[in-house]
């Protein structure tokens, strides 16, 4: 008997979440989600086999993430932690309890993104501080990576 | 606003992936060192060296690492595998490479580092270590002409020698189809032209052979200057260490007057050519003696210098004495036989192939054994050069 695989709970997770936050908040476009979420069923059946599978999940999860962000901002960090989850499982990441960090870090940093998003009135503002974040990120990283190859290459 | 937030986490998983990336890539990097041996070093140009290479470093889990050696600039690798793959576990692997390259310039060719391969699910990354220690050691390599393969061959009816030729004659000894990896510049493009495809030339081989060392030993029976003596063991010695690192064999002919003691003929090996020089090289005692004679063409210059006194003088008694002297001359030139010496020395002479001979004696006692010795040797279109620890003697020797 093979062990269940970690990408189902989540989609199980994330379909009794998206349902019910429809549900609940009483959502106009309710149809919409759960038409996404029958699309992320859907690629998670068909991509069983397939090598690029966290591509397809990606691509097929994200229109749900954004679906339930415009119906709530929270019900959005949901559904994008549940899909990073089914992603992480379909991608074999989730095999050990220490696999759990950076699922965990992902999440953290969701919420942040979220936060930010959620106190800040405008888009523009919430974009330049992502972007910023993002861009001072890759600048430390080019110098550590600079410094690193110098230190290895002799030169 | 939810736009915004799908991508940013999608940026944000995506920094998360690199940066954990990143930092396995970077201690698997660290972890990485390699311990090169050589067959030998220096290798001459154009021959196969082995190279046996210890490659530790780590793995980590699903992170795909490849190490690869990087062989020295200018040179081809022939056989076996420089690239080893590292397990996903973390702990510390040790793997043995093994190959054989050919280096294809001389001069000094340090080896061009490691190069660390590292991939996982979403980035890949190659890192060339080239820092002083991934590149030892450095290999030397001495300048060689072309290796010709043996230019004749018996199916092609041909009855040349098989041996090998280090160096590359000029003579073109036949023609063939194009092969890879013949040197392009021995196209002979009108033939080539002529008939639509490729070929190249095949030369000749040139013989480069090592010169003859041989060493006229005292006799036992009289005294010898033993300072001249050990310096001349000691010239032979390194004379013979010079051939033997030049032309990787040499032959030493060891005589004692006109007494032929032994033959070491093309010795490869130092230590064996060493042991039986040491074994050989002391006064030793001779059967045979020339007793200062002069042989068959100082015999005729003698006649001849006799001839023109004869003609010069006018005075009777010097005439008579002349006349005396080249009757005895030609008495001894018509019964002089040809020495058993010369024979032998012919004999031993067709056992080796040389172009030139060093001959060292002490020049002590008799030395018209070196005159004929040198003789023999001239006639058979050999370069003779006479090493005499004594200089007076030397120039008595000269032939």
């Given amino acids: 008997m093979t062990p269940p695989q970690p990408e189902y709970p989540f989609f199980i997770a994330l379909a009794i979440g998206v349902t019910g936050i429809s549900v609940l908040l009483g959502s106009p476009a309710w149809y919409l989600n759960i038409a996404l979420l029958l699309l992320v069923c859907g690629i998670l059946v068909i991509t069983r086999t397939l090598h690029e599978r966290g591509f397809y999940l990606v691509c097929a999860g994200e229109p749900l993430v954004v679906a339930c962000g415009i119906m709530n901002l929270w019900a959005g960090l949901f559904s994008a932690c549940m899909l990073a989850g089914i992603v992480y499982g379909a991608l074999g990441l989730l095999e050990s309890q220490k696999d759990l960090i950076p699922f965990a870090l992902f999440c953290g940093g969701s919420f942040i993104i979220a936060l930010?998003?959620?106190?800040?009135n405008h888009v523009p503002l919430a974009l330049l501080v992502i972007g910023g974040l993002t861009a001072v990120i890759l600048a430390i990283q080019s110098v550590r990576t600079y410094q690193f190859r110098k230190q290895y290459t002799g030169a | 606003m939810a736009?915004?937030?799908?991508?940013?986490t999608l940026v944000a998983a995506l920094l998360g992936q690199y940066?954990?990336?990143?930092?396995g890539l970077r201690e698997i990097v660290a972890s990485v060192d390699i311990e090169r041996s050589l067959s030998r070093n220096p290798v001459r140009k154009g021959t196969p060296l082995q190279v046996t290479a210890i490659v530790t470093g780590r793995g980590s889990s699903r992170m795909q690492v490849q190490i690869a050696d990087l062989i020295p600039p200018h040179t081809i690798l022939v056989d076996g595998v420089t690239t080893v793959t590292i397990n996903p576990d973390p702990s510390s692997q040790v793997r043995q490479l093994s190959y054989q390259i050919v280096p294809d310039i001389h001069g000094t060719q340090p080896f061009s580092g490691v190069s660390v391969t590292v991939g996982n699910l979403f980035f890949e990354d190659t890192v060339q270590l080239t820092r002083e220690r991934d590149r030892e050691p450095v290999l030397s390599v001495q300048p060689s002409g072309f290796f010709e393969p043996p230019v004749s061959e018996l199916s092609e009816g041909?009855?040349?020698s098989r041996k090998l030729s280090v160096w590359r004659g000029t003579d073109i000894h036949s023609l063939r189809e194009y092969s890879p990896g013949d040197d392009i510049r021995h196209v002979d493009w009108k033939i080539s032209a002529k008939y639509g495809k490729l070929f190249v030339k095949r030369y000749t081989g040139?013989?480069?052979s090592p010169p003859l060392i041989i060493l006229d030993l005292p006799w036992s029976s009289v005294p010898w200057p033993a300072k001249e003596f050990d310096r001349m063991i000691s010239d032979v010695t390194g004379m013979v260490k010079h051939t033997l690192q030049t032309y990787?064999?040499?032959s030493v002919l060891l005589i004692s007057g006109p007494n032929i003691l032994h033959l070491i003929r093309e010795e490869k090996n130092l230590s064996r050519c060493i042991s039986e020089l040491r074994e050989w090289m002391h006064p030793a005692e001779r059967q045979d003696h020339f007793y200062h004679m002069k042989d068959r063409s100082d015999l005729r210059s003698s006649v001849r210098e006799c001839e023109n006194g004869l003609q010069q003088t006018p005075d009777p008694g010097m005439q008579a004495f002349y006349e005396a002297m080249r009757d005895r001359y030609l008495t001894v030139l018509q019964y002089q036989r040809v020495p058993a010496f010369s024979g032998q020395v012919a004999r031993t002479l067709s056992q080796v192939t040389i172009t030139e001979a060093y001959l060292f004696s002490l020049g002590c006692g008799d030395t018209s054994h070196i005159r004929q010795l040198a003789r023999l040797l001239q006639s058979q279109n050999i370069r003779v050069h006479i090493r005499?620890?004594?200089?007076?003697v030397a120039r008595e020797a000269r032939p």
Avoid: T
């Fill in chain 1, 116 to 120: 930010l998003i959620q106190v800040s």
């Fill in chain 2, 3 to 8: 736009i915004l937030f799908a991508g940013g």
């Fill in chain 2, 19 to 23: 940066l954990l990336f990143d930092k």
């Fill in chain 2, 158 to 160: 041909n009855l040349d």
């Fill in chain 2, 206 to 208: 040139e013989m480069s």
């Fill in chain 2, 248 to 250: 990787q064999y040499v």
């Fill in chain 2, 388 to 392: 005499i620890m004594d200089a007076a």
